[in-house]
């Protein structure tokens, strides 16, 4: 890969900002000052350096992110914000959230460049869980857990897969399902003559919503916690 596309994709600046600070000899290849903003580069072999700091480039990125309401699961909105807008400086390397959630939805969501894990865990042959933390107004009957159980009928005539619900206390309570039809919680609850308050998504797959992760904010994968999606998405 050419030095100057590498570092443009790891967020150092422009294509024409880290040309100059090539040609400025701010970046080292294996210990010699590189100055030729061309230069190729093996950028899983090579040791490079940017102004003393050790770079590592890593092709698959992974991130966890705590989605607030406003945002839309998108690589692109002509109207609102996108989920992508919080990722800081990976702009150029092909980022995508795995699956949506609802504008108005908070909570896990996993961004990622690696499509082939995507396609995986969003299969529904895979059966993925997805578990949602819930508010909602109507009157819950215990029966509904059943039903719940049984698969809700729509009102479009389609019957989801199997789904738990665990009622926490009134009105609130943790729903997993393992599909993502277009806003299929709030009309499995609509069905059963309730109405979803508050969504929040706080597992997916093997990942949870880590407690000190607050809204807006990201970070990536642990080693473990990559090696358990990728596993899963086998």
């Known amino acids: 890969m050419r030095l100057d596309k590498m570092l443009a994709h790891l967020g150092y600046g422009s294509r024409k900002e880290v040309k100059e600070f090539i040609r400025k000899g701010y970046v080292l290849v294996n210990g010699i000052r590189i100055k030729d903003d061309d230069y190729k580069v093996d950028e899983t072999m090579d040791e490079i350096q940017f102004l003393e700091q050790q770079i590592h480039y890593e092709h698959l990125l992974y991130f966890i992110l705590n989605k607030p309401a406003g945002y839309v699961s998108a690589t692109y909105d002509a109207y609102d914000p996108i989920v992508l807008d919080l990722i800081e400086g990976h702009e150029k390397r092909g980022l995508f959230p795995v699956g949506r959630l609802d504008k108005d939805t908070t909570g896990l969501l996993l961004i990622t460049n690696d499509g082939n894990l995507a396609h995986q865990l969003l299969s529904p042959s895979k059966h993925v869980d997805k578990a949602y933390e819930v508010t909602f ?17 729509l009102d479009d005539g389609y019957k989801c897969l199997p789904a738990s619900f665990k009622l926490l206390e009134s009105h609130h309570g943790i729903i997993t399902i393992q ?7 709030k009309r499995m609850f609509e069905a059963l003559g309730m109405n ?17 992760l607050k809204e807006g904010q990201y970070r990536s994968l642990t080693e473990q916690e990559k090696n358990k999606l990728i596993t899963k998405g086998e």
């Open 137 to 153: 107004s109507g009157e819950y009957q215990t029966s509904f857990a059943v039903k719940f159980k049984e698969g809700i009928l």
């Open 196 to 212: 979803v308050l508050t969504l929040k998504r706080v597992s997916f797959g093997c990942l949870t919503l880590p407690d000190d």
């Open 179 to 185: 599909e993502g039809k277009y806003h299929q919680v």
